[in-house]
């Protein structure tokens, strides 16, 4: 059934959004309107999340409203974690959410203060969630919504606090992976434009001197450096244009698809994402599953919480074999050895036969968390010789071109 995401005044007047699932447009305007809600704005979701049919510039427009609105990861997860801990100690919800409100940033302080209201006025804890995409996604709403229905609200809320905990464990590692690499890259460039700016100007005046015919390297060098200081704006321009270029170009859906998957291919760094996407989804749909939430379900949210095109591209084709009847493992097998590896359909396969499904993708998510912790423990001493090398060959190369004519100042001179 299609997810359609909307936005609706309530009847004190207030805007709040949130996704539901429905046949069509007109279907939701019905169960918004007898809610006692004005529709204002009702879109169809793509199976990730993503609203259908929007153009190049609504969707620019959409994800620079999204990060104004976006509550930072550790703050949710943070009061996720009070929140479990408050029920579990026999206090009630409304009253937790409104003592754990008083503490928070403004922008969160209001979204928990509007949550309460909602609560005081007989709303589930899962429909007043799902008002704040910002701060509480789809993932979390459903998780919610199936303890709700359980009467197990602190036990989902302890899983979910877990769960968040080890996710933003494991994208700390990741990001910690990616980093060391970018910087040394920063500074390369930042080292090289210095040099071409400012040494290359003065060896030039230096060299002028001579009289005599420079060699090939340093002509070129100082060529370089004449033609970035002559063009400073146009060169500063064009990086400027390149970068809002890349900006606006991943958001575009074709666009963002071929640069998700080319990700996957890079040497070493590929690797670790594919992996901390496998880990990401083994863990979701463990959540999930464990709390109740039912499969198709499951699968659609994680194919937006593993926020890569490609492999929500491969999700949805699970999703649609699913629903033509076929096992997950069969379904996962379907989808290629590449994108599910064999530990993951095999366990899943396990567990539709032992009626344990949860617990084992639960361990497949560990297995990958500690694969990537081992990668980056030792990516440290496997790539610093390399960059080190890298940076010392750049710079090197540039400063023999340059030093070229003083080894050779006698030849010049005669």
Same mark, same amino acid.
């Given at each position: 059934m299609p997810k359609f995401s909307y936005s609706v005044r309530d009847a004190q007047g207030r805007l709040v959004s949130g996704?539901? &699932?429905g046949n069509s447009v007109d279907e939701c305007i019905v169960r918004l309107e007898e809610k006692n809600l004005i529709p204002i704005n009702i879109e169809e979701l793509n199976f990730d999340g993503s609203i259908k049919g929007r153009s190049f510039f609504d969707k620019v427009n959409g994800s620079l409203i999204a990060m104004s609105k976006r509550v930072?990861?550790?703050d949710v997860v943070f009061f996720t974690r009070q929140l479990a801990t408050m029920i579990d100690g026999g206090v009630a919800l409304p009253r937790a959410v409104e003592q754990l409100s008083r503490n928070e940033k403004p922008a969160f302080k209001r979204m928990l203060e509007q949550i309460g209201d909602d609560?005081?006025?007989g709303s589930t804890f899962s429909d007043a969630l799902g008002k704040h995409p910002?701060?509480?996604?789809?993932m979390f709403v459903a998780v919610v919504r199936a303890g709700e229905a359980a009467g197990a %609200? &602190?036990?989902v809320l302890d899983q979910l606090a877990n769960y968040m905990e080890n996710s933003e464990? %494991?994208?700390s590692k990741v990001k910690a992976a990616m980093r060391y690499p970018a910087v040394i890259t920063a500074f390369v460039a930042a080292v090289t434009v210095g040099i071409l700016t400012f040494l290359v100007p003065v060896f030039k005046d230096m060299y002028a001197g001579f009289g005599a015919k420079l060699p090939a390297a340093t002509l070129m060098m100082i060529s370089f450096s004449d033609a970035i200081r002559d063009n400073a704006i146009a060169v500063t321009a064009g990086i400027i244009a390149l970068v809002i270029g890349g900006f606006l170009a991943l958001n575009a859906e074709k666009p963002k698809y071929l640069w998700d998957r080319y990700l996957l291919k890079l040497p070493v760094f590929g690797e670790i994402l594919r992996k901390n996407i496998l880990a990401i989804f083994c863990r979701t749909m463990s959540l999930l599953m464990d709390s109740g939430t039912p499969i198709l379900e499951a699968i659609q949210i994680s194919g937006a919480a593993v926020n890569n095109k490609h492999y929500s591209k491969a999700l949805e084709g699970v999703y649609n074999d699913i629903k033509q009847g076929e096992l997950l493992s069969a379904s996962l097998v379907k989808a290629g050895h590449a994108d599910f590896p064999a530990l993951v359909t095999q366990l899943v396969s396990t567990g539709e036969e032992s009626g344990r499904i949860d617990e084992l993708l639960s361990k497949a998510a560990e297995f990958y968390d500690r694969e990537i912790k081992n990668v980056v423990d030792s990516l440290s001493s496997i790539i610093e010789p390399i960059l080190i090398v890298i %940076?010392?060959?750049i710079v090197g190369t540039m400063l023999i071109a340059l030093y070229l004519p003083v080894?050779?100042?006698?030849?010049?001179?005669k």
């Open positions: 996704t539901m &699932d930072p990861y550790r609560l005081g006025m910002g701060a509480f996604n789809n %609200l &602190d036990k464990a %494991l994208k %940076l010392g060959g080894f050779t100042i006698g030849k010049i001179i």
